[in-house]
């Protein structure tokens, strides 16, 4: 069993929809969770970065961590054709460079 | 700020060739990484250093060899390459040693093992 899981897609939604992704770990020592943006032929871009349990909220993005569950979220709000990627999560026991990554969601947001 | 660089883009080896995948970042960063992305499989890691002089192996190591003799420079070695090495590569680095956790990747190496 991997320890991040990630549901592969593709999740399509139209213009203007909420795009809501997840992934689940199973590791209980991860502390520090990310989300990445990665275009096709592109290296992964930081979308959100967080320590511990809680919300955290950039424009359009919300990112969630429920640690008592082992369960990630990203919220786009407002979603654009642009918001078109595969989005993968990610953790870390502690914040230095040893990510776990889930295996990527691919989303297509329709004009 | 060019960010992390790598180089080659592409590459082609033969079975039992080897060569240097490339990564140079300026922006300071301590911490120094290699993944390797495969379909359906995600990011996975090769090798990493937290500084100069200092590496380790990562879950994915075997066949790979890495020195970081500079902060600024962590290039990855492929021994003798073999088809199952067909991947994408990436470099990636963070912290700057000041609390700051900037994680930043390379735009890959496409890798082709015949």
């Known amino acids: 069993q991997k320890e991040v899981e990630q549901d592969p897609g593709p999740l399509s939604v139209p213009e203007g929809a909420i795009v809501s992704l997840n992934c689940t770990y199973s590791n209980s020592a991860f502390q520090y969770f990310m989300w990445y943006r990665q275009y096709s032929r592109k290296g992964p871009e930081l979308l959100m970065y967080t320590y511990s349990s809680g919300n955290k909220e950039d424009g359009r993005f919300t990112a969630q961590v429920d640690k008592s569950s082992k369960y990630i979220s990203l919220f786009i709000r407002d979603s654009q054709p642009s918001d078109s990627a595969t989005y993968l999560c990610?953790?870390?026991?502690?914040?230095?460079?040893?990510?776990?990554f889930g295996g990527g969601t691919r989303v297509l947001v329709k004009p | 700020n060019a960010g992390v660089t790598q180089t080659p883009k592409f590459q082609v080896l033969k079975t039992g060739q080897s060569m240097t995948l490339q990564c140079a970042q300026d922006?300071?960063?301590?911490?120094m990484s290699w993944y390797r992305q495969d379909p359906g499989m995600g990011l996975r890691l090769i090798h990493y250093s937290v500084g100069a002089g200092i590496t380790d192996q990562g879950e994915v190591p075997n066949g790979y060899n890495v020195s970081r003799s500079t902060t600024e420079d962590f290039p990855l070695r492929l021994l003798s390459a073999a088809p199952s090495q067909t991947s994408v590569y990436f470099c990636?680095?963070?912290?700057?040693?000041?609390?700051?956790?900037?994680?930043?990747f390379g735009s890959g190496t496409r890798l082709t093992v015949v």
């Open positions: 990610a953790s870390d026991k502690a914040a230095g460079n040893k990510l776990t």
């Open positions: 990636a680095s963070s912290y700057d040693g000041q609390g700051t956790y900037g994680y930043t």
């Open positions: 922006m300071n960063h301590e911490y």
